[in-house]
């Protein structure tokens, strides 16, 4: 869909002190092998810092940049991918409580790693709902570093890791214009990130860690026991190469007008194979570089990449970005961005 009239007016980012990958490997928690197969370099480490109080300081670092106090806000959706706290209890009251911001409607949004395009949907539908709606924010928080997560065997080709980000989206001109976002789901793919896994009792209760690359690996195995091949995998890859060209359209661009490609921060070979090379982009026009060096963060990846194109003057007004992701259902994900002004805070 094309999205009229709504900006990003600030961004804000936490992002935790990293583990180097040569020190995981020199303590035995990653293989040598799978570090030189990644290319990866480091992850964000929180430590026992919870999520929700990251989501608080990301969400002040917004609303600084921003100028406006919580309270003025229409909207705040909490974005997340791993567990907040108590169960039962809901993170976006912590952050209400402790942002001043009792009279703002929130609501928790919970789509893996495609979490922020979900919430980007949500916004932009609820901003426009009503003329006297004028702004809205999108906080993510994750902190993977919990008994039943082990970070360094989560998966293949990616570390998670901690940090939070915000953003205020706005009716109102901002820095940056959201020129398109589209999604789509391969619901046969769906069992890619359960195979091997009952879905009752859920896993959590039964303190068992999360490992998604030996259900990916069950998933293959099975489907090629079965007869049935990795067709749902392919049909992955070629559905979200129409979201991508959907988006383009809808922004009015072509690929030969992209500045730059966010991806999620996955190994050298995940963004390289099946994103950058898929779309006829060379590596660096991505933000791989620096990705490698902080960790898969969840749902945080693109905004933090964003912050960090903006705080290192490596976009200016009339780039446009690309956003790309996918995350488990499998749900996809293509958006477009257009800086249109320097940011204000620079």
Not at 62 to 71: Q, S, T
Not at 177 to 200: D, I, K
Not at 264 to 290: D, H, I, K, Q
């Amino acid at each position: 869909m094309g999205t009229p009239d709504v900006y990003i007016s600030s961004l804000g980012v936490h992002l935790p002190g990293t583990v180097s990958v040569a020190s995981a490997v020199e303590q035995g928690l990653y293989s040598a092998e799978a570090a030189e197969l990644t290319q990866l370099t480091g992850v964000a480490v929180a430590g026992d810092l919870p999520a929700p109080e990251m989501a608080v300081r990301a969400a002040q670092g917004a609303l600084k940049r921003y100028g406006r106090p919580a309270d003025d806000l229409d909207l705040m959706l909490y974005v997340n991918t791993w567990h907040q706290g108590p169960d039962g209890w809901p993170p976006q009251a912590y952050l209400q409580r402790h942002l001043d911001a009792g009279g703002v409607t929130t609501a928790e949004v919970r789509n893996g790693c495609n979490g922020l395009f979900s919430a980007l949907e949500l916004a932009s539908g609820y901003l426009h709902g009503d003329p006297a709606r004028q702004a809205a924010m999108i906080v993510a928080s994750d902190n993977f570093g919990t008994p039943m997560m082990n970070r360094w065997q989560a998966g293949h080709g990616y570390i998670p890791g901690d940090a939070a980000s915000a953003l205020v989206l706005t009716k109102e001109p901002g820095f940056a214009q959201l020129m398109s976002l589209r999604t789509a789901t391969v619901p046969e793919a769906e069992e890619v990130h359960r195979t091997g896994e009952p879905l009752f009792p859920p896993s959590i209760t039964l303190g068992r860690q999360v490992n998604f690359g030996e259900r990916a690996d069950r998933f293959r195995a099975k489907a090629i026991r079965s007869g049935a091949g990795t067709g749902s995998l392919l049909k992955v890859q070629g559905q979200t190469m129409v979201v991508i060209q959907q988006a383009l359209d809808d922004a009015g661009i072509t690929l030969g007008d992209v500045r730059r490609v966010l991806f999620l921060n996955f190994s050298r070979t995940m963004v390289e194979e099946r994103c950058m090379n898929a779309l006829g982009l060379p590596l660096s026009r991505s933000v791989w570089e620096y990705g490698r060096s902080i960790g898969h963060l969840g749902a945080s990846d693109h905004v933090v990449a964003l912050e960090h194109l903006v705080e290192t003057d490596a976009v200016d007004p009339g780039d446009n970005l690309l956003l790309i992701s996918v995350g488990p259902g499998i749900h996809l994900a293509g958006a477009v961005i257009r800086v249109v002004a320097p940011a204000p805070w620079r």
